[in-house]
């Protein structure tokens, strides 16, 4: 670690603006690299679980649109269609994330169905154990499930 004007643990948005200038600078000798890797790889775990929350949400309104018809809502379909959104956009940023979407299908799948039971108070029975819907329906902006 170089020796920086600004210490990571006092004033970490002073020392941001610090460790971009050096970059920018040039003056790599000078920048705190454990720190400074330490938050680019938070950044990284930031938007992954950006991703995984997003997935949760919208699976389990996916999930009360198909078990509840008659309780369908415009705040569901927009709810769904932001998420849809969001999703897309956190893959237009880091599209190295696509394919591991399908990865967390199941373990979102899980938090969702767990969350939808909770809100609808709906027999666990009535939601499959496993994801009923392939993760390009999920995702697809024409998809809505039919019960």
């Known amino acids: 670690m170089g020796q920086n004007a ?5 004033d970490f948005y002073a020392w941001t603006v610090e460790q971009g200038r050096l970059l920018r600078a040039g003056e790599l000798s000078a920048i705190d690299t454990v720190n400074l890797a ?3 790889e938070s950044m990284g775990r930031s938007d992954r679980r950006e ?3 997003r997935l949760v949400v919208l699976i389990m ?3 009360k649109w198909r ?9 569901w379909s927009a709810t769904i269609e932001e ?20 990865d967390m299908l199941a373990q979102t799948y ?6 939808a ?15 009923p819907f392939s993760l390009d329906d999920i995702l697809s902006r024409s998809f809505l499930p039919q019960p």
């Open 51 to 53: 991703l995984h929350r």
């Open 117 to 131: 039971i909770a809100e609808t108070g709906i027999a666990d029975e009535a939601f499959p154990a496993a994801c």
């Open 110 to 115: 899980a938090i969702a169905r767990s969350k």
């Open 83 to 102: 998420q849809r959104l969001q999703i897309e956009n956190v893959f237009v940023e880091s599209p190295s994330l696509r394919p591991l979407a399908g």
């Open 61 to 63: 309104h996916l999930l």
């Open 67 to 75: 078990q509840q018809p008659g309780a369908r809502s415009r705040s």
């Open 6 to 10: 600004v210490d990571y643990e006092q």
């Open 38 to 40: 330490e938050e680019i």
